[in-house]
């Protein structure tokens, strides 16, 4: 292996180390952009190493502790030691991928981006929780919780299903997101195909492609909408940190600021609950947010250290 070579698997190995310890952030994923963007096969590497991963986190677990360790990269040489024969074993007998569940987790106001053994990558939104099985025929993911967005990769012979409550949805290698909400799901696309549908009601299915989102129950009753370029980078913001609202209530805002922090925004004068608001802001920004509807609806905004309280 090249001196190029062997650094780029370097760097790759240690941009899936950072995904998987989680509060990954919106400077990390320019930073992690900008690398992919400087040679074509620094995306193939990634991948290479997000597919061996977790194959290796048991042969970790199980190796003699070395007084050469030092912290959490001291292994990292030996990691890489293996690494091509480890991609070499994943590639070629899928079946050797972890079939048990694994479960990932995010407290209020963490956004985790979380690498599977199969190559797909898991960007896991606040206060929510998947359960991931990878089996020979099948790749299952329950949102138990929340929301979360799928770069799915593609391998026809295993589908990737995501399981919300009652409702059902099934890609090969396609981008989506599944938003579990209390009667059903919100699904968005991406990139490529899903079929979605409600257990039970598998005769009534919808087909979604890029750029276009539904509701769907857990009654099977199914809401389709177009969502423009614009309406999917504002639904998928958060995956940079960022609320994006055009034109929403102060209510809906309100809400999802609520979603990512433990200090609530309350609305007092609920006559402002209907008023509309634009802007763009950090997640863990609510006074920001109520500082600048104060300011811009010229209403009063109080902060008492529990809780912000506009009107």
Known sequence: MSATSEKRHDDAAE???????????????????Q??????????????????????????????????????WGWHKWWLSGMAAACLAVMVTV????RGGQEYQTQIGEIRRVPLADGSIA???????????????????????????????????????????????????????????????????????????????????????????AYVGDNAAIRPEAAPPSAVDRALAWRGGKVELVDETLADAAEEFNRYNERKIVIRDKQLASERFNGVFRVDDPEGFVRAVGQSLNVHVDDDGRQLEIG
């Open 15 to 33: 941009w899936v180390a950072r995904m998987d310890a989680g509060s990954w952030t919106a400077e990390l994923e320019a930073e992690l952009q």
């Open 35 to 72: 690398w992919l963007g400087r040679d074509e096969k620094n995306a193939g590497a990634l991948l290479h190493a997000q597919a061996v991963w977790q194959g290796l986190d048991d042969a970790v677990a199980e190796r003699p502790a070395s007084s050469n360790d030092n912290g959490p």
């Open 95 to 98: 079946w050797l991928l972890p």
């Open 123 to 213: 960007t896991i939104n606040t206060a929510s929780d998947i359960d991931v099985k990878l089996a020979k025929d099948q790749r299952d993911v329950v949102l138990e919780r929340g929301e979360a967005w799928f770069q799915v990769a593609h391998d026809r012979t295993r589908p990737f299903v995501v399981t919300a409550g009652r409702v059902r949805v099934v890609a090969v290698g396609t981008a989506f997101s599944v938003r579990r909400e209390e009667e059903g799901a919100q699904v968005l696309v991406t990139e490529g195909v899903v079929e979605a549908w409600a257990r039970g009601a598998e005769g009534h299915k919808i087909r979604l492609a890029a750029g276009h989102q």
